[in-house]
């Protein structure tokens, strides 16, 4: 035992022998750490992707949806891989998904969360207005939403001459929608015509928008740079005097009454009911109240 003993302290002793021990191990690591990053790199799963473009708001089918073979380095904490968890789901209303493109949680919503994203964040006092146009007045279908623009009224005065002007400026576009009510840019698959464009305006101002349109009066619509929109301010009325010749051709109300099942008519301001202190606000008022 002590012959071997000294043999190996001989034989590590040896600097050229030592060196060669660690290069060898030192192969040996390096060799193990390459082979595993080679088999960690080439190493592949199934993913699911489109194999056609899948427009936004769209339900998707099993015959849009197919399995690719990719590197699993490749597949993102987001990414959907199982078709399984796509079949069913709605592309979302906000995105587009190409074909051979693939899917995302952010890109699948279920039936129930696809709100029409135009009615989100409407300020308090503000109304939705839809406004009829036609390719030829959206400038062949050159206003996007988020664009700010004008509307001008044309009509006749009583003497038939030709009244044209701006009425109502700086207008956000929320949206610009098709027949079916669609949005016309949430796809690039198809062309869509414009029917409508939706915008938000104060109270006051969608009264006289609707009656301006059910006189007959013409509501055109002028797009405007994007300077005018990145400096946007207020939705004003731009003509007291066009404003005027609406009002004049329409009756005033003077409050709103609701007819009780009772038969009397409840005749009280909506901004009163309740605000009576001197009574049941509960208690419906009469017209011989």
């Known amino acids: 035992m002590g012959n071997i003993g000294t043999m190996v302290k001989r034989f590590l002793s040896n600097k050229n022998t030592v060196t060669l021990i660690a290069i060898f191990i030192g192969v040996i690591i390096l060799y193990g750490f390459y082979n595993w990053r080679v088999k960690s790199a080439v190493t592949t799963q199934f993913v699911c992707y489109a194999t056609q473009t899948i427009p936004a708001r769209t339900q998707i089918t099993q015959d849009m949806v197919s399995t690719v073979k990719v590197l699993s380095s490749t597949v993102t904490q987001n990414m959907v891989t199982g078709c399984d968890r796509v ?23 279920e039936k129930e969360e696809m709100p029409d994203s135009v009615f989100d964040d409407i300020p308090d006092g503000f109304t939705i207005y839809n406004l009829p146009v036609t390719f030829e007045s959206t400038y062949g279908n050159s206003i996007f939403p988020s664009d700010y623009i004008d509307l001008y009224l044309r009509t006749a005065d009583d003497s038939d001459l030709l009244v044209y002007g701006k009425f109502i400026q700086s207008i956000e576009v929320l949206a610009v929608k098709d027949d079916e009510g669609r949005n016309v840019f949430e796809t690039t698959v198809e062309t869509r015509t414009p029917t409508h464009l939706l915008f938000a305006v104060p109270e006051d101002l969608y009264l006289l928008l609707k009656k301006a349109e059910f006189l007959g009066l013409e509501i055109v619509v002028v797009p405007k740079n994007n300077g005018y929109t990145a400096e946007a301010n207020d939705t004003l009325v731009s003509s007291a005097w066009l404003k005027e010749l609406v009002l004049a051709q329409t009756a005033e109300i003077p409050d709103e009454c609701v007819t009780q099942e009772t038969g009397t008519a409840e005749c009280r301001l909506a901004d009163d009911i309740g605000g009576n202190t001197g009574g049941n606000p509960n208690q419906p008022q009469t017209e011989n109240e």
């Open 87 to 109: 079949v069913g789901k709605y592309a979302s209303y906000a995105t587009e998904i190409p074909q051979n493109g693939f899917f995302y949680e952010s890109t699948l919503m």
